[in-house]
């Protein structure tokens, strides 16, 4: 398959492989961003091919993984009205809520449908007019524009029983966020490449340079993942810190303009809670004044809500790099995709799905190793 096969080669890999340890000299620990990076590295065995002085860090960029406990409780209560048709994405639908998540208001009757873009929540507010149309608008700055042009076009139509439930985080502050915590351990990060698509990467090189980091806007397929860990490493051994492109064939310096346009027309930056982490200053995407109508949390009257996330789960460790899955003592026993603690259990994008899926049985191994010897 065209832009696939061509990034999936064996051969190709190690001589990738190859390359990196000859210019390795010393341990290096590095942060891949994004959870679709995560699953790649840990389906395709990447980190098992490099030299044993690089760490592979997996970072918080989960959209599902990070939308914080209190805005799912808000989900479930919005969702449980008869009233409302409440439209999300179909991972969301499983991720834990306080007590409910929304697959189990949907078993109590509520109307909780899964659709595939804002646009068609829209539709289903336009084909409903006696009901209130909710669509759960989470995700990094990727989904923001697809997002802003569902509320931009629910106002030009003037659409009553619309409204958005806004989870909406940003890459950069969350970045900065890791590398200022006293126990940060990332020395360069692989930024995602899909939301530098949209936003450039310009944005990055303050953070490069205040930070002395190398950041690699990085794609998603092997290839491209051992290239851009090669570009790391090879700034860290040169004592260098800049901004690198590796995903040439998607992202340019500046970003798709057009689609950042939109997105400040609609949104605003605002404090974001991340679950597991708690809140970033200026890490989100909120409504804008003018758009406060189509603002669910107004609409149903539970901006004020909060939620204590449950002490067991270590997923803010894990989505910072602090930890991997299975050092969570939950990890495959309490915790499990059917029985998920946390949403990085949960989501497609998560690293502990990841680990169970595709480390679970040689982990076991280990664990029986060891407590034989
Ligand atoms: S294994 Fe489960 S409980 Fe542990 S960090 Fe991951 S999601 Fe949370």
Known sequence: MKYVDEYRDREAARNFARAIARITTRPWAIMEVCGGQTHSIV??????????????????????????????????????????????FGDMLRVPGSSIDLFSVKAKSGDVRIVYSPTDALKIAQENPGKQVVFFAVGFETTAPAN?????????????NFSVLVSHVLVPPAIEAILSAPDNRTQGFLAAGHVCTVMGYEEYIPLAQKYHVPIVVTGFEPLDILQGI?????????????VENQYLRAVRRKGNVPAQELVTKVFCVVPRKWRGVGEIPQSGLGLRHEYAEFDAE????????????????????????????????????????????????????????AYYRYRRFEQRVAAATKSES
């Open 230 to 242: 090669y570009m790391c490493v090879r700034q860290l051994e040169e004592g260098r810190a800049e």
């Open 298 to 353: 107004q609409r149903f009257g539970v901006a004020a809500y909060t939620a204590e996330e449950d002490s067991e789960c270590i997923s803010g460790e894990v989505l910072r790099g602090v930890k991997k899955p299975h050092e969570c003592s939950a990890f495959g026993n309490r915790c499990t995709p059917e029985h998920p603690l946390g949403a990085t259990m949960v989501s497609n994008e998560g690293a502990c799905a």
């Open 43 to 88: 389906k395709f065995g990447i980190d098992e091919l490099l030299p044993k002085e690089i760490t592979l860090l997996h970072g918080p960029g989960c959209p599902v993984c990070v939308t914080p406990l209190e805005l799912i409780d808000k989900a479930t209560q919005i969702a449980a009205r008869p009233e409302v048709i409440f439209c999300s």
């Open 148 to 160: 802003a042009m569902a509320v931009y076009q629910a106002k030009a139509q003037g659409l009553r």
